[in-house]
Every structure is written in C-alpha cells, then in structure tokens.
T-cell receptor, first 115, second 112 residues
Framework: NAGVTQTPKFQVLKTGQSMTLQCAQD?????MYWYRQDPGMGLRLIYYSASEGTTDKGEVPNGYNVSRLNKREFSLRLESAAPSQTSVYFC??????????????FGSGTRLTVV | SQQGEEDPQALSIQEGENATMNCSYKTSINNLQWYRQNSGRGLVHLILIRSNEREKHSGRLRVTLDTSKKSSSLLITASRAADTASYFCATELQYNTDKLIFGTGTRLQVFP
C-alpha cells in the first residue's frame, strides 16, 4: 500500500538508551518531516527535510538527530533518551497539491515511552 | 507559542447536530488546512482553503477563512458517530512554504 511507513509502532526505552525511528515513503515526495504529539500541545515539528541531502531544525530539535538517507527514507535518532521525550512521533511526507499548497501524508505513529 | 490555536478544546454533540470548531493563527498565510485524527492514528488531510478564498465546501464540511481576523472555522453538518475524532488546523506560512504549522486540536465526540 502506498503511503508512509513508520517502525516501530511501540517502544519502551530506559533513560540514557539510544534508538532510531525509521520512516519510509513510496510516493516520491521530496519533503519529509518528524513531529511529536503530546497531550494538549498539538503537533510540534522536530526536524524536516525539504529534499534529499538537506535537513533543517524545527520547533523542538534538542535531543534529536535526523538522517535523510535517500529520497524514500528519513530517520529520527534519540542519542540518549530522556523521560521528557515520551511522546507519540509522527513522520510525514508532502507534495504540492493541485489546489496549490503542500499536503501531508502521515504515518501511523510510534508511541515511545522513556522510563 | 503555537501558530494555530483552536477552540473549543473538546466538543460533545449528538448525532445529527452540527459541529463547529475554530482556529486562530498569528502570521500571514498562503493557505490553511484541516486534518482529522482518529484515536491512535496518523492525521488525514480533509480540506484546504487558500488565503484569497473565503469559504469552501467538501461534502458535509464547510470551511471559512477570515484573513483580517486571522481565523478559520470548520463546520461539520449532520454529524455522525463516525465523525468522532480530533481535528487540527494547519497553516502554510506566506514566507515559509516548505512546512505546515499545526494547531492544538479540537477533540470531537459524537454520541449516537
């Protein structure tokens, strides 16, 4: 099925552990994004990549790194997890729509708990 | 603070009633979009309204945009239990067009 695939769906980490969240899209979209969603906060942008080979910080980049491996894949790494990083993480890709403007396609999310 | 603030934060209605949720934003935009999120799932695009448009319809959805007040509303008519979800507005900024800024969302509960 075409779309955005995130792995894993669930993860529990201990404080200080590291992990990488994987994201892949098969829609040939140029731009990809990582957001985190916390109760009452909506979605906050962590990092984004406007094209293969480029990445930019979003609103809340501290504690995270990203890699745009190729056009399809955009990974998010937590080097030393902290309880404040407990959240639901969403990857998205975007295209320019026929009506104008960019439209997002989201993955189903990764629920991360740091204990 | 968030570019998009939505109210109410939560809304409960009966099936058949209309649901209205509002979004306010701070800076000039190219367009404003509404997304829906079912519990535990990713967001799904519903509708886009450009900055030079005032109203747009899609099925039971009606979106209005008032750029002078920097606000938008989403109306869902004749709601159904299946409309139960969270709804988010998202803005594409006029001078930063490569990403969307999401609001805080409205949680809609439609009772059968």
């Amino acid at each position: 099925n075409a779309g955005v695939t995130q792995t894993p769906k669930f993860q529990v980490l201990k404080t200080g552990q590291s992990m990488t969240l994987q994201c892949a899209q098969d829609m040939n979209h140029n731009s990809m994004y990582w957001y985190r969603q916390d109760p009452g906060m909506g979605l906050r942008l962590i990092y984004y990549s406007a094209s293969e080979g480029t990445t930019d910080k979003g609103e809340v980049p501290n504690g995270y790194n990203v890699s745009r491996l190729n056009k399809r894949e955009f990974s998010l790494r937590l080097e030393s997890a902290a309880p404040s990083q407990t959240s639901v993480y969403f990857c998205a890709s975007s295209e320019v729509m026929s009506a104008g403007g960019i439209g997002y396609t989201f993955g189903s999310g990764t629920r991360l708990t740091v204990v | 603070s968030q570019q998009g603030e939505e109210d109410p934060q939560a809304l409960s209605i009966q099936e058949g009633e209309n649901a209205t949720m509002n979004c306010s934003y701070k800076t000039s935009i190219n367009n404003l979009q509404w997304y829906r999120q079912n519990s535990g799932r990713g967001l799904v695009h519903l509708i886009l309204i450009r900055s030079n448009e005032r109203e747009k319809h899609s099925g039971r959805l009606r979106v209005t945009l008032d750029t002078s007040k920097k606000s938008s509303s989403l109306l869902i008519t004749a709601s159904r239990a299946a409309d139960t979800a969270s709804y988010f507005c998202a803005t594409e900024l006029q001078y930063n067009t490569d990403k969307l800024i999401f609001g805080t969302g409205t949680r809609l509960q439609v009772f059968p």
